[in-house]
């Protein structure tokens, strides 16, 4: 059992003009090969659902947009990392649920960052409601569940081919092990965003992948 305690409830979450904000990350790390390295992201399954997401939840009062992002990573999947730079961007959606996980009129604002993995924890504070999966790229964009965290992976796509989402420093965010799991979020729609992806192999999603490292 993991000695780390996920955080619950939402008595500290942020809202942003009624819309609950969330943080989240996708982490990835380069496998190595007899040849080469992959580039593979790891997802997180929800529970009783064959489909996969990225970390992410309530971005809370006593915390920054990074922390958040990174405890996610922490509390869903069980890694640690060095976060990357500024968000890859931020997606307005909107909850289908019945149960109206975002707000009353279910609507949530969205960051997501890149997380290099650095560590990888045998027990963790969700490993008993959800599994972690390391894909490439491609099979990514088949398990995601939402339309928003898609458009995500494909900023994300972009900025690891053209390395622009640098700080001058990067950032080691260190998460405490002491606060208490986040209840869980709600299949959540798209309702805006503006993504664009260049590269050198086209996708079933329409965007481009360099053959060397995506595949």
Known sequence: ??????????????????????????????????????????????PNRDDMVFPKGGWESDETVEEAACREALEEAGVRGILKGNPLGVWEFRSKSKQEACIEEGGCKGYMFVLEVTEELETWPEQNNRDRKWVMIEEAFVLCRYEWMREALKEFVEVMEKGNNQREHEMLVEIK???????????????????????????????????????
Do not use: W
């Not at 009624?18 to 943080?23: G, I, K, Q, T």
């Not at 496998?31 to 580039?39: E, P, R, V």
């Not at 799991?181 to 992948?209: A, F, P």
């Open 177 to 215: 092990e002491d606060k208490p799991v986040k209840q869980e979020d709600e299949d959540c729609q798209l309702v805006s965003t503006n993504c664009h992806v260049n590269g050198t192999m086209t996708t079933s999603y329409g965007i481009m992948l360099p053959a060397s490292i995506f595949l």
């Open 1 to 46: 059992m993991s000695s780390i305690v996920a955080r619950t409830g939402r008595h500290l979450q942020r809202y942003d003009n009624n819309l609950r904000l969330v943080s989240g990350c996708i982490p990835y790390k380069l496998a190595k090969t007899k040849d080469q390295n992959k580039l593979e992201v790891l997802m997180v399954s929800s």
